[in-house]
């Protein structure tokens, strides 16, 4: 079952070099980092894979969009490019940009929320979980069952769990829920997609109970492509088509554009008719980003970010993007390497617990799979599990996650075949010497989001 790597649709005409250091110098360089690979200094990396946010390849085409960009204080050309590509892909009449996705969460959230208030999504990402709590109300995760079983192969993990969901709305009543968040693809649940059955039937949900359904949207056209390929009615419509459909099942999306816009900096907040809304939008925009033709932006983001949204969409692209997931995920069943299977749109999600599970999910499996792996190979990847986690706030003890992953996201346009390669080997490298790997322990802490500054020892 041999799944051929997809060609690059592109051709490279600027590079930059990366070098590799040898392990004895990894070796060095991580426990200087205290084992946490967030401490690395990112030129002492081979393969970077810690996030596929705003570390993507911007083309020529947005290069050239980077020279013609207006940098005028009100009113730019690139603000004007920018709403009408906005405006053509997503069928919504008021496109507001800000610097990036939580800026969007921060403009818009406390205009929808507050104290007392509910919000539900499929899973929220942890920024967006955030602002639902910083604007007073209590964010709720409603995925379906099988996003939980890394072994389960469904074509779409990423999916609300709809008939839990209207247990929620009739328990709390459906005047305490502020809002409903469709996360496209569900990124905690692994780059899942979710499908336009489901989207139609949140929507319809949302209408029946008086519900604004908004779309967490970053990664809007890798779902769209998914939808394409694993639901039937879909398998001859555009991406374009499809992304229209998607957007009408929601009155508002929030969106950082540094995934699947393609860009390195910038976000949009998108209105589907209320004016009223947009009129509050534009408000807190001007107080927390900046006036409202650029939105914490450079005209020359605005620009790029206007050509990257049609570059994102584009149906030659994304054949190639998922293939190249697809690619490496066919190499890891042939390995006997677990990961949160199928293979989602912009990582893979090693099942680290099973690779090594002699490492209890106190000794951070996920982390230790990701300290191996820049230990051999210079790969840089993070944990998704308990570590990241972190401690019960009432009691302080470790709390045991659904998941041990450790995510390898990847950039987009940024690394070719033989990179995969690399990973694949890394990989099966270690599952070969996985008794050698130890668990690790944390000597030192911060009270909240530790996994970020951590310092860790490896246990003997
Ligand atoms: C990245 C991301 C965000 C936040 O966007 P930033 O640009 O990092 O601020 C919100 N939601 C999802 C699903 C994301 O992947």
């Known amino acids: 079952m041999e799944t051929k790597y997809i060609p690059e649709p592109f051709r490279i005409k600027m590079v930059e070099t990366i070098k590799i250091l040898s392990r004895e110098e990894r070796i060095k360089k991580i426990k200087d980092a205290n084992y946490n690979l967030f401490n690395l200094r990112a030129e002492d990396v081979y393969i970077d894979l810690l996030t596929d946010s705003g570390t993507n390849a911007m083309s020529s085409k947005q290069w050239a969009g980077v020279m013609e960009g207006d940098e005028a204080y009100a009113g730019a050309k690139s603000y004007f490019k920018l709403l009408e590509a906005g405006k053509d892909i997503f ?8 610097h990036q996705g939580r800026a969007a969460e921060k403009v818009l959230f406390p205009l929808l929320m507050g104290p007392g208030k509910i919000a539900i999504s499929n899973m929220f990402f942890d920024t967006t979980r955030a602002h639902v709590e910083i604007a007073g109300a209590r964010a709720v995760d409603c995925v379906v069952p099988e996003a939980k079983d890394p072994s389960k192969r469904a074509p779409f993990k990423g999916n609300m769990d709809t008939e839990r969901l209207e247990k929620l709305i009739e328990e709390h009543g459906p005047e305490n829920i502020a809002l409903i968040v469709m996360t496209i693809t569900n990124n905690s ?70 995934k699947d816009a393609i860009v390195n900096m910038g976000g949009l907040i998108g209105i589907k008719d209320d004016a009223e809304l947009y009129q509050k939008v534009k408000g807190n925009t001007i107080s927390f980003e900046g006036f409202v033709t650029y939105g914490g932006l450079s005209g020359r983001d605005l620009e790029s970010l206007s050509i990257g949204l049609y570059e994102g969409i584009d149906e030659d692209y994304l ?13 890891l069943d042939s390995a006997g390497i677990a990961y949160q299977a199928p293979v989602g749109g912009h990582g893979l999600f090693i099942d680290a617990a099973a690779l090594l599970p002699h490492i209890d999910y106190r000794e951070f499996p996920g982390q230790a799979l990701a300290i191996q792996l820049y230990i051999e190979a210079g790969i840089r990847t993070c944990d998704i599990g308990s570590y990241m986690l972190g401690n019960d ?8 996650s659904d998941f041990e992953f450790t995510r390898f996201a990847i950039p987009r346009r940024v690394y070719t075949q033989s990179h995969i390669d690399i990973m694949v080997d890394s990989l099966i490298k270690i599952k070969e010497m996985a008794n050698e790997v130890p668990g690790y322990k944390i000597i030192w802490e911060p009270p909240i989001l530790r996994h970020f500054q951590a310092y860790l020892e490896p246990i003997e």
């Open 91 to 98: 069928g919504y009449e008021f496109i507001q940009p800000v």
């Open 189 to 258: 649940a692994g780059g899942q997609p979710v499908s336009m059955a489901n989207l139609k039937k949140v929507y319809e949900i949302g209408k029946k109970y008086g519900i604004t359904v908004n779309i967490d949207a970053a990664r809007f056209a890798e779902n769209a492509y998914f939808i394409k390929k694993r639901e039937e009615a879909y398998a001859d419509k555009s991406i374009k088509e499809i992304v229209s459909e998607i957007f009408s099942y929601a009155d508002s999306f929030t969106m950082s554009a540094k």
């Open 319 to 331: 054949n190639y993007r998922i293939g190249q997931m697809e690619y490496f995920a066919a190499k």
């Open 393 to 400: 706030p009432d009691t302080g003890k470790q709390l045991k």
